[in-house]
Structure formats: structure tokens, C-alpha cells
């Protein structure tokens, strides 16, 4: 009975963040850069609410707690990442769809929350257990028994800091939905004239609608501008990564490594190069972009959506499962490039009606 008072408590919200208990402890695990080895790196770092929840630095790649030791992909946002569903084939749309991070190789928040922890390119601790020792000698680990209970195993410590860490994660706090186009669609405001060409050319000329849908999501009520399919839009290998010059065994192949994205997850050169397509909402503020981070703008990214076909780039890192049907000639013109980014620009979280 104890427990479940505790954790009743833990649903109240506190009236001036608007987070609950639990959610205000998973915000202090998120923020804590005591918990890399060595101390300095949070999930916050990588993951921040000034940049969208991406990288606080807006790099390429990130760089671990370690100095030299970089991950191979840019950090997506963690926002909105709560309506993301496990990985799964739909017969429907035949392909795949859902699954967390880059390659959907995991299906919830918390396995998601407990890889960077033991990820020695991320936050570099051995094991769970020194994740688990580090959180007991935290000033919150009174807040964390309160709410869960004194945890009679590290292991069990460690499902309640994940677990913690994936509250806030699904809290309003990251999945605010005040961009200016969902103050638009309550009729609290109007888009601009260039804005709603955008949005034109967004659905029908441009053909980001194809996977960045406009149709509201069943749980969050609201449009997430993702179908959380998996796509290979031919992008090159980015000779700017950080991740090259990562030593062995962390990176045995230097400049030679091939991202096979999916293909790596369900182990079927089928699906190798396909990335998931990732949500639009803050998208102004996560540069660079791609899974590579191989554009450093908007600007960039749009335009080889629509030239890459017919204007000089690199070879795609993975060629064969390139999509040649949605992007690469849609013969848009500089204007109209413009327009798009206008419309992704009202996607941004924080606006206020006047």
C-alpha cells in the first residue's frame, strides 16, 4: 500500500514545471553529467532542448565522455520519439516501420534511455552496475525511493533509472506540440503567403508528404510529420566524420566503414542504407542533418531532395537500395525550395499567438 501511495504522488504534476514526480526525477537522471565515466557527458548533451533535443553543439557526430571517441551518426531529437511504435513489417505499406534510434534497434523508451549509459563511444561506463552506484550517492536518490521503493538490486535500480528517464521523455515538457503550424491548425493564427506555398508544395510538388504525412497520429492527436518508415535517400558518406578517425576496435575500418543502417538491425542486405524516417517538428534546430549529418543546412538538404538526380554529388554510401522514386528530379524551383523551408520553419516548438 505504501507503494502505491508513493507512486500516486509521483503522478501529481508540480505547478511550476507542469512535470510530475517521476517525470522531475527522470529530468535530473537526463540532466546528470555525473553519470558518464568520466564524469561531463548527459543525456541533456546529446539531447537538449535549445537545439530540439539534439546535440547541444550541433556536430556531425557526438563525442563521447571520452575526448577522441566519436558515434558514427548524428544525434536525432528525442523529442516526440514517444509516438515512435516497435519495429514491425506492415504488410499495408510493405516495408518496415517503427523502432527507436536511427535503425530501430530497440522498441521502447527505457531500452532506448539505457544504452548510452554502457555505449563506450557515449557515456563510457562499464556496466549497469557502475550506472546503478553512481545514481545511490546522487542528492535524488531519496526522490527515486520515494517514488519506486528502496530497489533490492542494482539491476532493479537501473530499470527504475530508465524507467524514470522515459517518463520525462513522454512528458509535455518534450513533446510540448506549440510550433506556430499547430497554433495554425487550432485557427489561433495565420501562415504567411510563402508559408502556406510551402505547405502546398510540401504535399503535393515537393513530396515530403509521401513519409513526413500530414495525417494526425492515432495516439498523440496531433500530425508528427513522420511515418516512421525506413528510407535510403542516397546520401554520401561524410568525409567530415568524426567517426573516422575513432580508433580500433571502437571503429575497425576507419574512412572504409559503410553505415548499413537497417540492413544491420534485421541482419537482411534488403534493407541495408534505409535510415528512419525521423519526425519534422524543431527541424530548424538539429543541423546538421542526415543520419551522417551530411548537411550542414536546410537549405542543403532540401536542394539535394530535389537535384540530386541531376546535379553532381558523391556516390550514395550505399548505393543499391537507393529510393529512386521520391526525390532526386522534382525540378523545384529556388523560390519554391524557399518556400518549403519556410513551412518547416513554422514546425518549431515555443511559438507564441499574439
Known amino acids: 500500500m505504501i507503494v502505491c501511495v508513493a507512486l500516486l504522488f509521483a ?26 565515466e568520466p564524469a561531463g557527458q548527459s543525456c541533456a548533451t546529446c539531447h537538449t532542448a535549445e537545439k530540439g533535443f539534439a546535440d547541444i553543439y550541433s556536430r556531425v557526430t557526438s563525442e563521447g565522455a571520452v575526448k577522441g571517441r566519436f558515434s558514427n551518426r548524428n544525434s536525432m531529437t528525442s523529442a516526440y520519439a514517444c509516438y515512435v511504435p516497435p519495429l514491425h513489417y506492415s504488410d499495408e505499406d510493405e516495408t518496415y516501420v517503427g523502432g527507436l534510434f536511427w535503425d530501430g534497434r530497440v522498441n521502447t523508451l527505457e ?16 556496466d549497469n552496475e557502475m550506472v546503478s552506484e553512481k545514481v545511490r550517492r546522487a542528492g535524488y536518490y531519496q526522490d527515486l525511493v520515494k517514488i519506486y521503493g528502496e530497489p533490492v538490486s542494482n539491476d532493479s535500480l537501473f530499470s527504475y533509472i530508465t524507467n524514470a528517464i522515459a517518463a520525462y521523455e513522454r512528458s509535455a515538457e518534450m513533446n510540448p506540440f506549440t510550433s506556430k503550424y499547430d497554433a495554425w491548425e487550432a485557427g489561433k ?7 502556406q506555398l510551402g505547405l502546398e508544395l510540401f504535399k503535393e510538388k515537393g513530396l515530403c508528404a509521401e ?11 496531433k500530425v508528427l510529420f513522420t511515418d516512421h518508415t525506413y528510407d535510403n535517400l542516397g546520401i554520401p558518406s561524410n568525409p567530415d566524420n568524426p567517426f573516422f578517425t575513432t580508433p580500433a576496435p571502437y571503429n575497425p575500418c576507419g ?4 553505415d548499413m543502417g537497417l540492413g544491420s538491425t534485421l541482419k537482411d542486405i534488403a534493407e541495408a542504407g ?34 540530386r538526380d541531376v546535379e553532381e554529388y558523391p556516390q550514395p554510401e550505399f548505393a543499391a537500395t537507393v529510393n529512386r522514386d521520391e526525390l532526386g528530379n522534382l525540378g523545384l524551383t529556388p523560390e519554391e525550395e524557399a518556400a518549403i523551408i519556410a513551412f518547416l520553419s513554422t514546425l518549431t516548438d515555443g511559438y507564441r499567438a499574439d
Open 211 to 221: 513519409c513526413h504525412i500530414l495525417e494526425p497520429d492515432e495516439r498523440a492527436g
Open 111 to 126: 531500452e532506448q534511455a539505457a544504452q548510452p549509459f554502457t555505449n563506450p563511444l557515449e557515456m563510457g561506463n562499464n
Open 255 to 258: 574512412r572504409d566503414t559503410v
Open 11 to 36: 503522478c501529481q504534476p508540480d505547478k511550476q514545471t507542469g512535470l510530475n514526480e517521476k517525470e522531475l526525477l527522470g529530468k535530473q537522471l537526463f540532466f546528470d553529467e555525473n553519470l558518464s
Open 189 to 195: 493564427c495565420e501562415l504567411t503567403a510563402q508559408e
Open 274 to 307: 534505409k535510415f528512419r524516417v525521423p519526425t519534422l517538428r524543431n527541424i530548424t534546430l538539429t543541423a546538421p542533418y542526415g543520419h551522417n549529418g551530411y548537411f550542414n543546412t536546410l537549405e542543403e538538404i532540401i536542394h539535394f531532395y530535389n537535384v
